[in-house]
């Protein structure tokens, strides 16, 4: 299982990007995925999942209306659209998955057991 996080940079508020996360080693049909992220100094949150066995996705209330995931079977890719971005949404960015869980939601409250590098996302003027 390899996952391969890209799409960081520095943007000012109110900015977008577009995170994502080329899978291999499996297919991404069946497990949930999803993006999480840390900042210095603060635990390590979920944004964003998803299950890819029926589309349903889970957002913690911080990112609701402003993040979306979502995946492009043919490039066994997912994605994570990232709008109205604000300084406290800097943090390393990273993609992970768990090959055993397909529901979003646990996977978001779970423990991932395979994750991508992280990218960097920096927001600033």
């Known amino acids: 299982v390899q996952l391969q996080a890209s799409g960081g940079g520095l943007v000012q508020p109110g900015g977008s990007l577009r995170l994502s996360c080329a899978a291999s080693?499996?297919?991404?049909?069946?497990?949930?995925i999803g993006w999480f992220r840390q900042a210095p100094g603060k635990e390590r949150e979920a944004v964003s999942c998803l299950s890819t066995n029926n589309d349903i996705t889970y957002y913690p209330d911080f990112v609701k209306g402003r993040f979306t995931i979502s995946r492009d079977k043919t490039k066994n890719t997912v994605y994570l659209q990232m709008d109205n971005l604000r300084p406290e949404d800097t943090a390393v960015y990273y993609c992970a998955t768990h090959l055993g869980q397909s529901s979003s939601y646990a996977l978001c409250h779970g423990s991932p057991t395979d994750w991508g590098q992280g990218t960097q996302v920096t927001v600033s003027s």
């Open positions: 080693g499996f297919t991404l049909n069946r497990p949930a």
